[in-house]
Every structure is written in structure tokens, then in C-alpha cells.
């Protein structure tokens, strides 16, 4: 059996970060991840089969056989679901995660998303909490996440909101016609706005190419590997110190212990290889995603002294608003996301948090189709497809991440009645989100309205989910950090509470999931957890 | 199998042609084909079932063949399976036909061409998602 420093569990968000500050300390680190390495061409270009609209399949893991979950939905029937359904709730599973994929919005949290229950109260039924740390205590890694991955933006426009010691390596993306058309909007209403910061090289950065305003970005992956993510920044990073190990297609079965009960490294499975493999180290980091990071959790046995592991899981729910503008607002220029405002994300009267408004990525036409037509218009015929040929290009977009009010009941267990393709027990989720993320959510839609009616759109529509489980790409909260062992997982550096050397470093740390896409923050702890686990090695 | 002539009349009455091509010559029926041989397998039985129940319910209402029928006669048609409101005995649920029924053609006629419609990638022209398409 083969011994390292450290074993970490999954290679995205988190996990790369992980690895890289690690290896880059001189530890000797395991990479651990289930799926595999994913060309440009194996994530390709199908407009039903992506990350983003998952008709028939998706593009980056897992595969649809043999990776099963278990939905219980609200009236408490359960079904066995595949990955590309809505109610997998997945992250793609491949180097680099769900950053292989993804849209690469990279907002920092609002210091008042680390103090939600002192500012707002507990409501009956939620578990909402404040975080150990600040927001001034995750600034410098935050900072260091823009840096050393490459976020575009503008710090002047967002600083009034979360001061920041240094701007952005990179300027923000190119505004677009759809870009002037709100901001005169949200001037005539008095709000102020942003270019929404990217993980994206608007400019060459670090040695890899600018990005080429493709149609393509989120759900799919960039040509010129301009977008940043784990794969093509910190994992490579890892590798070139000699240091670091990736084992691909790889899942891990169990966390072990040695008999003081102390953990000692994991059991896992390799693709086409029968029998499982062992691997000895002195600390574990669990950095698989809040779904399945409970999952190994609880199947380990480890962490759940207080039936804490796998509740208040946590995503956002969006809500979405439409506006027929009378000119055309598409210029076909990539990314597409331009403009956002943070007005909303907190003090709002009567409702617990908020959240950013923003406009949209490209949707290629068939996820326009789906997803954006007025509800008063027929679904076929010379009308819709008239809809089609003439608004496609005047339809202006707004929607957002709204925060999350934790539910404990919206929670990850495990299924030991359903196994997946190696036998091991698969993650069953159940519950929803809590009453006052929807309300949140829906006046947070009516914001949209207002921001589209003051742009000038002559026709407004808009839709929203109602009290339903919240998860997804966003997922969150699992494994909480917290001071009391009682109600939360970890400690502020992600250490599984009475164990030494076993952490989790993934979204599933966030004792809230902010108003905004939570990426930044998962690798801004990232940064901050492993330095402090190199230092403990 | 999928009956060529009743599909072939279907989905042009879902997506008609007016200065851009519909459904048919877009390719939306090669798109089908595919897709029941393959992803929707499963499902094959239940839509050619769904068609054979629009070829009874034009005849029940007009007394001719779906195709054979005007455009008007062909919307009507389709309006009452969408609305469930049918006049023959259908052995599946009219809306959860017609719900795949249109969404499948819409996935013909809007994604991308590699997927057997689309073609030409004509309705990405028509919609401006792209400027000029190289075919």
C-alpha cells in the first residue's frame, strides 16, 4: 500500500486548490478523482446533452448508468434518478469538476452572508447560522483565488459592497447592447451596477490565451481554454511539482480508521480495475461536492456523532424575468453575461437575505425555447415560430442566485437498498428548501420586473420555483463548519470534528451559500484551509 | 415505425414554413427518427401510438387524412389532443403525447444540426443566434 502526506477526494473547485498549495508545500498528495480528463472535444458542442440543458444526457460526468440517486419528493415518494435529471442534483464529475463546465462567476460573499442569523433572527423550522469566520478573515483568499486563477472585473463598482484590498488581475468583459439598455434602467431607478466578474482571461493571463466571445461558455468548454478552472490552473500547478499524484476514474468507497479509530486513508475503486485499491495517508480532505462529500462521510461512518452530516443542504433557487426590448439586444458576443446589481442582496424589508441580479450567458436557441418564451404565447405554430424569428435577438434577460434560508430537512442521507456500479450506497435526498427562500425568491422576481419595465421592455414576463429542494451546481452546506459540535461538522478550517486528520474542503462547508455563485467562496476557503493543513503536515 | 406521411404533415403544423423552411424540410422528421431509434427508445411504441391516434382523430373529426386535411383542420386537430379534449378513444394521455410530440420537434428544429435536424442550421440563421453559418 502506497502512503502519502495527504489524500484528496475530488479535483474541482476545492479539490485542485487543495492540491496545489499542498504539493506545492512539498507534501506528497494523492488526487482522487471520479471521473476523467475531458478534452475540448469530449465535452463538445451538443445543445441537449450539456451541463446546462441536460435533455438526453450531459457532457462531463458521471455517466448515466450505474450512478444512481434516490429523490424523495415533497409528498415523500421516492424514485431512483439518473445524472442528467433535474433531481440528481449534479455537478459534473471529471478533472476540474463542475469548474470544467461551468460559467466562471466569480462574486465574493457579502460580509453580511457571514452573519445572516445575527441580522436577520432564526425563522421557526430553519437552521440558519452565523459562519466561525468573517468576511474579512476569507478577504486575502479571496484575493488570492482572483489572482492566481484570473477573474476579470472591475473592484471600483462592486467596492462600496465588499471592500477589497486589490483589484482585478484582469479588466471586465466588453459591455454588450444589452448592457447599455439596463444600466439606463437601473440608473432611472437609482441602482447601482456592475460587470459581472468572471473567472475568464478577457486578456492573455498566465500563459493561456484570451477568450474569443464564443457562444458557448457555460455549460460547455472553452476553445482557447480562456475559461479558469481547476483543470487548466491549479491542478497543473500540482502535478508540475512532482509532488502530486491525479489518479482519474477513481472513486473512493470509505474513509478509513486504524484501530485507535484514528483515519488512516481510503479504500477506492478504479474504472475496469475488479479489486479495490488502498491508500495510506496522514490527512484526508473530502472535496467531493456537498452531495457526495456527506456521502463518503456517512458511509465512512465518520463525522455524524450529532446527525449533523448531509442536512441543510443548500443551493439557489432562481428567479427569472423576460423583457421584449424594442430594439434588438443580442450581438451574438460571448460570454454574454455583462451586468449585474447587488442592490438586493440584503435589507430588503420583510424578507431574510436577497440576491444578485444579472443578465444571462448566450442561450443557444432550442434553451430559449425551453426556457424563456412568454407563457401567453402557444407552443407551435406560425405564431411561436414567428416569436422565434423576430424576438430572439430583443428578448432581455435577468435572473439570480437567491439566498438559500437553510432547512435541515433539505438534507443528503445515504440508500443502502440502492448501490451504485462498484456496490456502494447512494446518496438519497430529501426535503426542501425553507418557506423564506421563496419568499425571497419572489420578491426578488418582481425586482427583475421593475429592472426590465425600467429598460424600456414593452412586454414582461417571469417565472421562479416554488418551496422545492435546493442543490444542484450550486450545492452547499452539508458539512457546516461551526464552533458547537452539536450543530455543525467542522471547525472553521474544515477539520471533521474529534478527528485530527480528516477535512472537508468543498462547498459543503458553507453554513450559507450568499446571494451570489458560490465558486469564489468555495476556493477562497480552499486556499485558507489548506494552508493551514500544509502547516499542520 | 413512424408513419412518414402523417409525421411529415404533424410537425409542419407545429412549425409551418413561411419565408423560412418548416419542420419537414428542416429535417425535423430525420431528427425523430433518430431519436426514437436511439435516446428514446423506450418511448418509440408510445409516440408511434400517439401519431396512429391523431391519423383516427382527423378522420373521427373531418373524415380525411391528417395530411390530406387543410391547414385550419390540421390546427384544430392538434388544438384538442393538446387540451385533451379528444373525440376518439386514445390508449395514452393526449397532453403527455403532444407535450413530447412538440418538444421533440422543437428540439429538431432549433438545436444544433449534428443531431439529424436543423439543417443547414436554418433556424439559427432565422433566429440571428448566428449571423452566417458555415453549412
Redesign the interface.
Known amino acids: 500500500m502506497k502512503d502519502y502526506d495527504a489524500i484528496v477526494v475530488g479535483s474541482g473547485a476545492a479539490g485542485g486548490i487543495v492540491a496545489c498549495v499542498l504539493a506545492e508545500a512539498g507534501k506528497h498528495v494523492l488526487l482522487l478523482e471520479r471521473g476523467r480528463e475531458l478534452s475540448f472535444a469530449d465535452v463538445g458542442?451538443?445543445?441537449?446533452r450539456n451541463q446546462r440543458l441536460a435533455?438526453?444526457?450531459h457532457n462531463a460526468g458521471p455517466e448515466l448508468n450505474g450512478n444512481p440517486r434516490v429523490f424523495v419528493d415533497p409528498e415523500g415518494r421516492s424514485r431512483i434518478v439518473r445524472p442528467h435529471e433535474l433531481d440528481y442534483h449534479n455537478n459534473a464529475a471529471c478533472v476540474g469538476g463542475g469548474t470544467r463546465v461551468y460559467g466562471a462567476q466569480a462574486w465574493r460573499f457579502h460580509p453580511d452572508d457571514f452573519r445572516m442569523a445575527s441580522k436577520y433572527g432564526i425563522p421557526n423550522g430553519s437552521s440558519l447560522a452565523d459562519w466561525p469566520i468573517t468576511y474579512e478573515t476569507l478577504e486575502p483568499y479571496y484575493e488570492r483565488a482572483e489572482w492566481e486563477l484570473g477573474a476579470a472585473g472591475d473592484g471600483r463598482t462592486i467596492n462600496h459592497q465588499v471592500p477589497r484590498r486589490r483589484d482585478y488581475p484582469l479588466p471586465p468583459v466588453p459591455p454588450s447592447p444589452q448592457t447599455s439598455a439596463l444600466k439606463r434602467g437601473a440608473s432611472r431607478l437609482g441602482w447601482t451596477t456592475t460587470p459581472v466578474p468572471l473567472l475568464i482571461n478577457t486578456e492573455p493571463y498566465q500563459g493561456r490565451a484570451a477568450c474569443i466571445a464564443c457562444?458557448y461558455c457555460v455549460g460547455f468548454a472553452c476553445p482557447t481554454d480562456a475559461k479558469n478552472g481547476s483543470q487548466n490552473t491549479v491542478i497543473p500547478r500540482a502535478l508540475a511539482t512532482g509532488n502530486c499524484e491525479l489518479q482519474t476514474n477513481a472513486i473512493v468507497a470509505n474513509i478509513d480508521v486504524d484501530s485507535q479509530g484514528k483515519v488512516s486513508g481510503v479504500t477506492y475503486f478504479v474504472d475496469g480495475i475488479a479489486e479495490q485499491q488502498r491508500a495510506r495517508s496522514k490527512v484526508v480532505v473530502v472535496s467531493a461536492g456537498a452531495i457526495e462529500s456527506a456521502r463518503l462521510l456517512l458511509n465512512s461512518g465518520l463525522g455524524n456523532e450529532h446527525d449533523q452530516v448531509g442536512r441543510n443542504l443548500q443551493g439557489h433557487l432562481y428567479p427569472r424575468a423576460y423583457g421584449l426590448a424594442t430594439t434588438?439586444v443580442?450581438d451574438?458576443v460571448g460570454p454574454g453575461v455583462t451586468i449585474a446589481t447587488t442592490q438586493f442582496n440584503h435589507d430588503n424589508a420583510g424578507i431574510i437575505g436577497g440576491g444578485m441580479l444579472a443578465d444571462d450567458f448566450i442561450k443557444?436557441?432550442?434553451d430559449?425555447?425551453?426556457d424563456s418564451l412568454p407563457p401567453d404565447l402557444s407552443?407551435?405554430?406560425?405564431r411561436?415560430?414567428?416569436f422565434?424569428?423576430d424576438n430572439?435577438?430583443r428578448v432581455l434577460h435577468v435572473r439570480g442566485p437567491v439566498q438559500d434560508i437553510p432547512n435541515p430537512d433539505g438534507r443528503v442521507t445515504v440508500d443502502v437498498a440502492v448501490r451504485d456500479k462498484w456496490g456502494i450506497p447512494v446518496a438519497r435526498l430529501s426535503g426542501t428548501t425553507h418557506p423564506a427562500t421563496v419568499e425571497a425568491v419572489t420578491f426578488m422576481r418582481a425586482r427583475g420586473e421593475e429592472w426590465l419595465r425600467a429598460s424600456g421592455c414593452e412586454k414582461i414576463w417571469s417565472a421562479q420555483p416554488g418551496l422545492i429542494l435546493s442543490g444542484r451546481q450550486h450545492q452547499a452546506g452539508t458539512c457546516r463548519m461551526g464552533k458547537d459540535p452539536k450543530t455543525s461538522v467542522t471547525d472553521e478550517w474544515g477539520r471533521v470534528h474529534n478527528h485530527d486528520n480528516l477535512f472537508v474542503v468543498d462547498g459543503s462547508l458553507h453554513v450559507t451559500n450568499g446571494g451570489f455563485n458560490p465558486v469564489l467562496t468555495i476556493m477562497a476557503l480552499a486556499f485558507r484551509s489548506s494552508e493551514h493543513i500544509a502547516r499542520q503536515l | 415505425m413512424l408513419k412518414t406521411e402523417t409525421l411529415r404533415a404533424v410537425v409542419d403544423?407545429?412549425?409551418?414554413t413561411?419565408e423560412?423552411p418548416g419542420a419537414y424540410e428542416a429535417g425535423v422528421c430525420d431528427y425523430l427518427l433518430r431519436?426514437f431509434a436511439s435516446?428514446?427508445r423506450d418511448e418509440a411504441e408510445f409516440f408511434t401510438t400517439g401519431l396512429d391516434s391523431i391519423e383516427l382523430e382527423a378522420r373521427a373529426r373531418f373524415g380525411a387524412p391528417f395530411a390530406s386535411l387543410t391547414p385550419e383542420q390540421q390546427?384544430i386537430t392538434?388544438e384538442a389532443i393538446e387540451q385533451g379534449d379528444v373525440l376518439t378513444s386514445w390508449q395514452i394521455s393526449p397532453q403527455r403525447f403532444f407535450e413530447m410530440l412538440?418538444?421533440t420537434?422543437?428540439?429538431g428544429f432549433?438545436?444544433?444540426p449534428?443531431?439529424g435536424g436543423n439543417r443547414g442550421a436554418i433556424?439559427?440563421t432565422?433566429?440571428?443566434?448566428?449571423?452566417q453559418v458555415d453549412a
Open positions: 458542442r451538443d445543445h441537449l435533455i438526453y444526457g457562444k434588438k443580442f451574438g443557444p436557441p432550442i430559449f425555447w425551453y407552443r407551435w405554430g406560425i411561436n415560430k414567428a422565434m424569428r430572439y435577438t | 403544423c407545429l412549425i409551418p413561411d423560412f431519436l435516446d428514446l390546427s392538434l412538440v418538444c420537434t422543437a428540439e432549433y438545436s444544433d449534428q443531431q433556424s439559427w432565422m433566429t440571428g443566434f448566428e449571423d
